[in-house]
């Protein structure tokens, strides 16, 4: 079982959730910036949420499946095709060997997730599949796929594929799931999204310009910015005074402010600590559209309580259950 | 030595954190209560743990939401904070684990393997032998680990051995190098750009995904550099597991 890479497009890794466990150590978490678009990957082919899928950024690669499985697109709409023909995101998808998956321009969000019935199997590390490609450890030999890479998958369960043999079009090599995820049930990605964000602990630190600017103003995500930190452009965030901090914990979606004044929003691999004051904190329900924004667009910040915050993320996790048993009970007809 | 609660702060990191704060500068004292906190986290870990992260002053607690709140019933950040109170009204600071082992870390000391050890005699009026005597005569506390893989904050650096960083920092630092840069001494796990006056290297490797603990040291390590040669840096190389 696997998918050969015809083309290697511009940045596709193999992400599960994120190394978790070893950031005493100075180890990073990585995994899937849009952890809620991995998990509704997973969860269209009835793999655990964790199970191991393909991160694929902007310029997607062309894949060539070599056996015949069920995969599933989740999270940006990275326009993708089937054999040229125009296939959904959020559905179940029937691929027969010899199918070739192909992108196009990019027309909603950054980064899309290919999920395999079965997930790609790639050695862990360090309990993780998750690729950290600064330390070249993990995913797919530590790296982003190239052109010619053969990924293995884990086999398929034989019934699952079964159930849909005969119902592709001989012609097509593909067969799309009548059902979906309904649209209110997704994140909504927008190109300048509004993020909730709770007060970060040196919050109280910044000038009371600085806070209102944080608040009210609009921030650029630079060119230079990947899957450790988008850096931000924007009217600088002054503290009241010079501080000297020790080195803490920083995580996924902290807002923190270098010397000059420009934030920066870690991301999925942040380091695990650092000593720039903390402005803010995007909250855990907001990191999905955050993760989806592309450099050159703008984001703003809105703040918002800690009950709040927790009730949101409790929303999405309410979801996911609802959803998880929706489509094992669909599966099984 | 038993916490001084008053003097404990807790504050949330975002919505799947809390912060433990034990002190406001570096200090050895505050230091056993970090440890004591990790320690007692390690042997008691809680529904909903996800990991924690000791550093300097502090110990952050990364927890599930969704877990510790009961699936939404309870608040969160109450029960976690809740819980850690209780864990610290039952705990002391850790004594005798406080006297940790030293661990030894071999280190050739100058020519290609530390091209900055010269700078940083001539910097600080010392002779190059003074340099390798003090920065291996003295034992070394691993405060915490942090910035990249297995990367040891050390306190206890002879403050003669102070010098600037580089005021262009190298693009390229091989994995294993030992550096000074102001107060600080370290050594760095990966290869790395970087702006530490390099003086010396050693063969161990400070991080290593396929060991069981793939960092070498461990915040609470007490660490000594034993100065080698060179041809013991390349047997070392050659020959790990004999050594």
Known sequence: ?333 | MPFQLSSVRMFPLGDAALVLQLGDEIAVETHHQVKAVAQFLDQHPFPGLVEYVPAFTTVTVYYDPWLVSDWGRLDAYAAVETHLRQMLAQLETAPAAAQASVKEIPVVYGGAFGPDLELVAQHTGLRAEEVIALHSQAEYLVYMIGFAPGFPYLGGMNPRLAAPRKQVPRAVIPAGSVGIAGLQTGVYPLETPGGWQLIGRTPLSLFDPARASPSLLEMGDVVRFVPVSEKEYLNWKERPHEH
């Open chain 1, 1 to 333: 079982m696997s998918i050969k890479v015809e083309k290697a497009g511009l940045f596709t890794t193999v992400q599960d959730l994120g190394r978790f466990g070893f950031q005493k150590q100075g180890m990073v978490v990585s995994g899937a910036m849009d952890a809620y678009a991995l998990r509704l990957a997973n969860l269209l082919v009835n793999n655990p949420q964790n199970t191991a899928a393909l991160e694929i950024t902007l310029a997607g690669p062309c894949l060539l499946f070599q056996e015949d499985c069920l995969i599933a697109l989740a999270g940006a709409d990275l326009s993708p095709s089937l054999n040229g023909i125009s296939v959904p995101i959020h559905r179940v998808i029937y691929v027969q060997k010899g199918a070739l998956l192909a992108f196009g321009a990019p027309a909603l969000g950054c980064r899309a997730y290919l999920s395999v019935a079965g997930g790609f199997d790639v050695p862990l590390v360090m309990g993780s599949a998750a690729t950290y490609a600064r330390a070249g450890l993990g995913g797919w030999q530590g790296r982003a796929l190239q052109k010619g890479d053969v990924l293995p998958m884990k086999s398929l369960v034989s019934e699952q594929v079964s159930a849909w043999s005969g119902k592709s079009k001989p012609e097509e090599l593909f067969s799309v799931a009548s059902w979906g995820i309904a649209a209110d049930l997704l994140s909504a990605y927008t190109d300048a999204p509004t993020v909730r964000v709770l007060p970060g602990p040196e919050y109280d630190l910044f000038s009371e310009n600085a806070q209102e600017t944080f608040w009210q103003g609009e921030f650029k995500i630079a060119t230079a910015s990947d899957r450790m930190g988008f850096r931000l452009e924007g009217p600088p965030l002054e503290l009241k005074e010079p501080v000297e901090l020790l080195s803490s914990a920083v995580t996924f979606g902290t807002v923190q402010v270098t010397p000059n004044g420009n934030p920066i929003i870690l991301l999925a691999e942040h380091q695990t600590t650092g000593g720039y004051p903390r402005i803010g904190q995007v909250i855990s329900a907001d990191l999905p559209v955050l993760a989806q924004v592309r450099p050159g667009q703008c984001v703003r910040f809105r703040e918002v309580s800690l009950a709040e915050a927790h009730a949101l993320y409790y929303q999405q996790e309410r979801t996911l259950e609802h959803l998880s048993r929706a489509i094992h009970l669909q599966s099984k007809r």
